[in-house]
């Protein structure tokens, strides 16, 4: 174990991606992902970081600005939010269609209207389908580490997918946390150079991003799909080397205290490390309450999350995000989805907490956790339920 | 030399035809409409770039016709992303070139990188990223594909969609004219951008357009070209007059070729006298319905513009004082 030291998360991810050698950096500014570009600008500014920084006039433009370096083959980083991420929708399926590894983090903050700085995971729940490796990390140690592997897997000739790090805006970027970081010796023997599959080379001449008639669109969909899903045996042998390497092992789906848990809890993001207070607090009750915690959100580990929910008697699941006038939100829908083809179900009740900005504190989850037995044994009353909503 | 303009090269001065390249970089099979003044202008500006350069595309009719999986018209490395962001996409390619021959990792000989989009993809829906690449001083040329409409999605007004022409949303009618704006000043918006090279070419006018692609390829940081592309489909014109008329577009004045040198003007191509702005409207169906009255209004602006551009490059100062930043580091 190295040294521990405290440092704002934003900046350690910002370290991270240097450690990383990103070569290319194209970025807008925008609340609460600013810290990150700001520290990586100055680390070029210095010369600590040998990188191009391009400030593009929008987040459509460092995407497509992205695109063009990872086609050209230089290791390229961006870090985004809300409603940047949501300029970059159209670019995104783009990315990964063209299976350019770029990376990204998205500080996740609420979607407008109305405005609203503060964090959910209204962004990029309205991007699940962009066809991107997803992970959520929910400290600052895992935000940093999880930026490293990202490259690692996104540049793997097997995987080739561009990655996203969500991290929570705000309570996870603008806090400062103890973490350990690593030596660039370290990092490097972990991550090589960018071996480019494609790139844009006048000696070698390729076309990119020819389009495709009906006989052919079908196939590149499928491609893609199969690209996304095998993408989950790379990712694991990934997290499996940096857990030798430093003794930090990462799940697909992650377990808090579930040995003998009646009732589980599930949630994403650094809003896990509260519901963790509360679980402690209501197993020392007596309560057989448990957590589970889906690190791997694309591509979605069935597998994973079936053996952990199915022998639950009752699933609470936790959204930071809502899906208005759907059938559930986004997680949950996920959830139930994945069960749904076991024999033997648990039921899933499903909540959204803590939407913009709104804090969550332990006691929120010991009420929720209340609520959802007592409509368990009288039959849900409804499809979903708000938490701590007035009015 | 007066021949061809002002648009020397010192490399290209004594250019005649068959000295010009053979080498095919928009290859033959392609989709475009037969007499499309766009592929034509795509071929020869491939030609004037040379095999060392890679090209960002927009969304629009050349990236239709040239590319449907698998086969594909570029010898050149290409890339489509999408129609508003061919610039930004550039932008990235130049981003990596720099920091990849910084660290070693490309050696020789750079591509030049060129970014090419039709006059939707550049006025309209793709002047926000373009005039960030501008500023940003990215070093490429971008070439805009002026013909004027949107033909590929089948032909809609643009910003660049001349005054009266009938397009399928600026349809003539008892309460319209066609289309009643003026044709939007792309090339003055680029020289505000106060960027080291701006141009006009046609195809109609070959070594024009070949020795200002080459400049404008060989002067570090931006340059653009507006290339007038006509278009027998959308213009409604028989396929036989495409280079006609661009000829009659630059000897009416309503697309005279000059350049701007470092905010300094040049006419290119000076035709000694005008011709009526008639010979040029009458072969186009866009313009049947205009009457005299409408004729006079567009040979008093087309008039009138000549005289101000002319001016222009009268004036003893450039526009703008050319400013070369210090190099840093």
């Given at each position: 174990m190295g040294q521990r030291i405290g440092m704002e998360v934003s900046i350690a991810v910002s370290h991270a991606v240097q450690l990383a050698r990103a070569e290319a950096i194209a970025a807008y500014p925008i609340t609460p992902q600013t810290h990150i570009v700001e520290h990586l600008s100055s680390l070029v500014a210095n010369g600590e970081l040998e990188a191009e920084f391009v400030t593009v006039e929008s987040e459509h433009s460092a995407m497509s600005a992205c695109v063009g370096s990872a086609a050209t083959g230089a290791r390229t980083y961006t870090a985004t939010s809300s409603q940047g991420l949501a300029l970059m929708h159209e670019i995104l399926f783009i990315a990964s269609g063209m299976r350019l590894p770029i990376v990204m983090s998205v500080a996740n903050r609420a979607l407008s209207a109305p405005l609203n700085i503060w964090n959910d995971h209204g962004d990029i729940m309205a991007e699940k389908d962009i066809g991107w490796i997803q992970v959520f990390v929910e400290n600052g140690q895992e935000s940093f580490d999880h930026h490293i592997m990202a490259f690692k897997i996104?540049?793997?000739?097997?995987?080739?997918?561009?990655?996203?790090?969500n991290l929570d805006g705000f309570i996870l970027t603008h806090v400062?946390?103890?973490l350990e970081m690593l030596s660039q010796?370290?990092?490097?023997?972990?991550?090589?150079?960018?071996?480019?599959?494609?790139?844009?080379?006048?000696?070698?001449?390729?076309?990119?991003?020819a389009f495709a008639l009906p006989e052919l669109y079908a196939e590149t969909k499928m491609a893609h799909q199969v690209a996304l899903t095998n993408s989950y045996q790379p990712i694991l042998e990934v997290w499996r080397e940096w857990g030798e390497l430093t003794g930090r092992h990462y799940h697909p789906v992650e377990h808090y205290r579930t040995e003998g848990a009646k009732v589980l809890l599930l949630i994403m993001g650094s809003l896990a490390e509260v519901a963790e207070v509360a679980v402690d607090e209501m197993q020392d009750a007596g309560q057989a309450v448990g957590l589970i915690k889906p690190r791997l959100w694309r591509p979605f580990p069935f597998q994973d999350l079936r053996q952990a929910l199915a022998g639950a008697e009752l699933v609470i699941v936790c959204d930071r995000a809502m899906s208005l006038g759907g059938a559930a939100n986004p997680v949950m829908a996920e959830v139930r989805s994945a069960l749904y083809p076991l024999a033997k179900k648990p039921p899933v009740l499903g909540y959204a907490v803590g939407l913009g900005g709104r804090d969550v504190q332990p006691q929120a989850f010991k009420d929720l956790v209340a609520h959802a037995l007592s409509e368990i044994k009288q039959g849900p009353s409804e499809e979903y339920y708000m938490v701590g909503v007035r009015g | 030399m007066e021949k061809f303009g002002r648009a020397e090269s010192q490399k290209f001065d004594t250019y005649a035809s068959r000295m010009l390249p053979r080498d095919e970089f928009f290859t033959s099979g392609h989709r475009a409409c037969q007499g499309c003044g766009e592929a034509l202008a795509v071929r020869w500006v491939c030609k004037a770039m040379g095999k060392d350069a890679i090209i960002a595309?927009?969304?629009?009719?050349?990236?239709?016709?040239?590319?449907?999986?698998?086969?594909?018209?570029?010898m050149h490395p290409w890339i489509h992303v999408a129609f508003e962001n061919t610039a930004a996409v550039a932008s990235g390619i130049d981003t990596a070139l720099k920091i990849l021959e910084r660290k070693g990792k490309l050696t020789g000989k750079m591509p030049k990188v060129v970014a090419m989009g039709g006059d939707g993809g550049t006025s309209d829906i793709g002047l926000q990223a373009l005039s960030g690449a501008l500023e940003?001083?990215?070093?490429?040329?971008?070439?805009?594909?002026?013909n004027e409409a949107y033909m590929n999605t089948g032909i809609q007004r643009s910003s660049a969609t001349p005054y009266g022409a009938m397009t399928t949303t600026s349809p003539p009618g008892k309460k319209s004219i066609g289309q009643h704006t003026w044709k939007k000043d792309m090339v003055a918006i680029a020289v505000a951008h106060?960027?080291?090279?701006?141009?006009?070419?046609?195809?109609?006018?070959?070594f024009d357009l070949f020795f200002k692609v080459r400049k404008a390829l060989e002067t570090p940081g931006?340059?653009?070209?507006s290339v007038l592309s006509v278009c027998p489909t959308g213009w409604r014109s028989a396929t036989d007059l495409?280079?006609?008329?661009?000829r009659l577009a630059v000897e009416t004045g309503v697309f005279p070729l000059y350049e701007v040198v470092e905010g300094k003007y040049f006419l290119t191509v000076q035709p000694p006298k005008l011709r009526p702005v008639k010979d040029y409207l009458r072969p186009q169906g866009r313009f049947r319905h205009l009457r005299e009255p409408e004729i006079n209004f567009i040979q008093q602006q087309v008039q009138a513009r000549y005289e101000l551009l002319l001016q222009k490059c009268q004036a003893p100062f450039p526009e703008f004082a050319p400013v070369h930043l210090p190099e840093v580091g």
């Open positions: 996104a540049e793997n000739h097997q995987v080739l997918l561009p990655t996203i790090i400062v946390e103890p010796e370290t990092v490097d023997k972990f991550l090589p150079p960018l071996v480019p599959y494609h790139r844009l080379d006048h000696k070698k001449p390729v076309t990119m991003g | 595309n927009a969304t629009g009719c050349m990236e239709i016709v040239s590319s449907g999986m698998p086969q594909t018209s570029w940003r001083g990215t070093n490429f040329t971008y070439f805009c594909f002026d106060e960027i080291p090279y701006v141009a006009t070419v046609t195809p109609s006018y070959l931006p340059a653009y070209i495409s280079v006609r008329l661009g």
